[in-house]
C-alpha cells in the first residue's frame, strides 16, 4: 500500500523560512506528478505547486517567487521551499502523488494524499 508522509510544518514568524518534505513508501515503480496543496480554516483546499516527474512545475499565483517545489525521483519525496511566510499561508498543507505504479500487488492508482502538516506564520 502507497502510504505518503509529510513533515516539515510549524510555527514560524512573518517573513520566515520552512521546508517541507513528503516522501512517498510502498512498492511502487513510478508516479507521475507529485504536489502540495492547502488548506486554510473555513476554505476550500487549494493547489500551492506542482511538478511532474519530467521536472515541469506550476505554481499558484499567491506563491510565485516565493514557493519553491522539487522532487527527487529516486527517493519518490517531494519538497516544498517556503520563504518570505506571510500570515495567510497559515494552513494545513498536503501532499499528492498522482497516478501511481505499484508493483507489488500490479496496479495503477489513480491519486494518493498524506496526512497533512500545519504551518502556522504569527508573529
Known amino acids: 500500500q502507497v502510504q505518503l508522509v509529510e513533515s516539515g510544518g510549524g510555527l514560524v514568524q512573518p517573513g520566515g523560512s520552512l521546508r517541507l518534505s513528503c516522501a512517498a513508501s510502498?512498492?511502487?515503480?513510478?508516479?507521475?506528478?507529485m504536489g502540495w496543496y492547502r488548506q486554510a480554516p473555513g476554505k476550500q483546499r487549494e493547489l500551492v505547486a506542482e511538478i511532474t516527474s519530467g521536472g515541469s512545475t506550476n505554481y499558484a499565483d499567491s506563491v510565485k517567487g516565493r514557493f519553491t517545489i522539487s522532487r527527487d525521483n529516486a527517493k519518490n519525496t517531494v519538497y516544498l521551499q517556503m520563504n518570505s511566510l506571510r500570515p495567510e499561508d497559515t494552513a494545513v498543507y498536503y501532499c499528492?502523488?498522482?497516478?501511481?505504479?505499484?508493483?507489488?500487488?500490479?496496479?495503477?492508482?489513480?491519486?494518493?494524499w498524506g496526512q497533512g502538516t500545519r504551518v502556522t506564520v504569527s508573529s
Open positions: 510502498g512498492s511502487i515503480f513510478s508516479i507521475n506528478a
Open positions: 499528492k502523488a498522482d497516478r501511481i505504479v505499484q508493483v507489488t500487488p500490479y496496479r495503477n492508482i489513480l491519486d494518493a
